[in-house]
């Protein structure tokens, strides 16, 4: 079966750094995507990852393993208003797009 | 900035009703997407579309749904008979290109699903 984890839960500090874990077990691999997803609204994209290594986007960066499975997305300088999901989507080999359950991020003063 | 956009925001409906769910995806996009959530739950994959065709589609979406692009600017998500295990939101996503490397897909703001 598809298979992504991700920590259904964390809680930070306002300009504290965190590091939101993933690890996926798909039927083939085309890329691993981050998305930011407020409370009753759409999901929007935060990062691609397709090869191995990190990708950066200013306070935001997303790490990949293939051979491990394994993605983090790594958050700096919290803010109050990056409290929401954290959604890891990994696209299998029929291009579609098999989603994680989410991590709730709580950012406290 | 283009955005897809959805309508209706929500909808309610009585079980065995047919539903049409509207979006217009980004005007230069080629690949379209529908997604749904139930509340609480993941994001789950029902179908993408190209090319004037279904090209991917996952167990969820049997029979009773079906897509459609009538004009050239919509896309809609039909059910033809509601269940109560319908009731969630709905996402469209478009993205641009004819290749995977045009890979973010914007998302629609959603349609809330409410089958009573």
């Known amino acids: 079966g598809q298979n992504i984890d991700q920590p259904t839960e964390m809680t930070a500090t306002e300009g504290a750094i965190v590091q939101i874990n993933c690890t996926y077990q798909t039927s083939g691999f085309n890329g691993l995507f981050w998305y930011q997803q407020h409370a009753g609204e759409a999901p929007t994209f935060l990062s691609y990852n397709v090869l191995d290594g990190l990708e950066e986007k200013g306070r935001f960066s997303s790490f990949l393993s293939r051979s491990k499975g394994y993605s983090y997305l790594l958050l700096k300088e919290l803010q109050m208003k990056d409290s929401a999901s954290y959604l890891c989507?990994?696209?299998?080999?029929?291009?579609?797009?098999?989603w994680g359950a989410g991590t709730k991020l709580i950012i406290k003063p | 900035e283009p955005e897809v956009t959805q309508t209706p925001s929500h909808q309610v409906t009585q079980m065995g009703q047919e539903v049409i769910l509207r979006c217009v995806p980004i005007s230069n996009h080629l690949y379209f997407y529908w997604y749904r959530q139930i509340l609480g739950q993941k994001v789950e994959f029902l179908v993408s579309f190209y090319n004037n065709e279904i090209s991917e589609k996952s167990e969820i979406f049997d029979d009773q749904f079906s897509v459609e692009r009538p004009d050239g600017s919509n896309f809609t998500l039909k059910i033809r008979s509601t269940k109560l295990e319908d009731s969630a939101m709905y996402f469209c996503a478009s993205r641009p290109g004819a290749s995977d490397s045009s890979y973010e897909q914007y998302f629609g703001p959603g349609t809330r699903l409410t089958v009573t």
């Open positions: 989507a990994v696209k299998d080999s029929n291009y579609q797009l098999i």
